[in-house]
């Protein structure tokens, strides 16, 4: 399966692109910098160089020709202003639908957050951060091109993952490592009846495989 990955150099992006490759896969992770290639290359990863801020639907559609999947783990990251959190998180999360929509790219996967709410009030960036990825989740939901997933973890952390969750439409906040949203990421794309769920996740006691295993029964 090859699977394009928005946001290829960052903390998740990285652990799902090892895991991908792990399983024979061939991950392609779009980054913006050259100097962040090799990063990528060394977790098992094709770099792709594109800046998404700027880049053209036909530019991403060429990326993602032959994809079978598409994953946006892209974010304008901490210290980013609230205009960036508009360009980023949502207008590059539309773009990548866009484009996945117009080369038939239909698994496609959003690592969202946790209170992500297009009607979320504040004036705190975080505030701006949680309304742009509300309205790129329901940007998502409302395209009848792609078969998504969205996942909303809680407070990521990098402590080893323990392989064990709590995956639900609703969880309640809590902690999760990265290791583990990747992990959850991975059995996600392999597991195609999770498509049109939005999921919330955090660490619990159920093993990943089980727990995207239920949902999907849901």
Request: charge should be negative.
């Amino acid at each position: 399966m090859r699977v394009v990955i928005a946001g290829g150099h960052g903390k998740i992006a990285r652990r799902l692109e090892r895991l991908l490759a792990a399983g024979g896969h061939e991950p392609v992770g779009i980054i913006r910098s050259p100097d962040q290639a090799d990063d990528l290359r060394e977790a098992g990863a094709e770099p792709a160089l594109m800046d998404l801020e700027s880049a053209s639907v036909e530019e991403v559609a060429a990326i993602l020709q032959g994809a079978d999947a598409a994953v946006f783990a892209a974010g304008a990251g901490p210290g980013s202003d609230a205009a960036r959190k508009e360009t980023v998180d949502r207008g590059a999360c539309a773009l990548l639908a866009d484009a996945a929509e117009r080369v038939g790219v239909r698994r496609f996967l959003v690592v969202s957050s946790m209170g992500a709410q297009a009607g979320h009030e504040g004036d705190a960036v975080f505030d701006a951060y949680l309304r742009a990825k509300g309205a790129a989740d329901d940007d998502v939901r409302a395209r009848e091109g792609l078969d998504w997933t969205i996942l909303r973890p809680g407070m990521l952390t990098d402590d080893a993952g323990t392989g064990l969750v709590r995956l639900e439409a609703h969880t309640g906040r809590g902690p999760v490592p990265r290791d583990d949203v990747a992990a959850v990421l991975a059995e996600l794309l392999d597991t195609p009846a999770t498509a049109g769920l939005t999921l919330e996740l955090i660490s619990g006691s159920t093993p990943v495989a089980v727990a995207v295993r239920d949902v999907a029964g849901n």
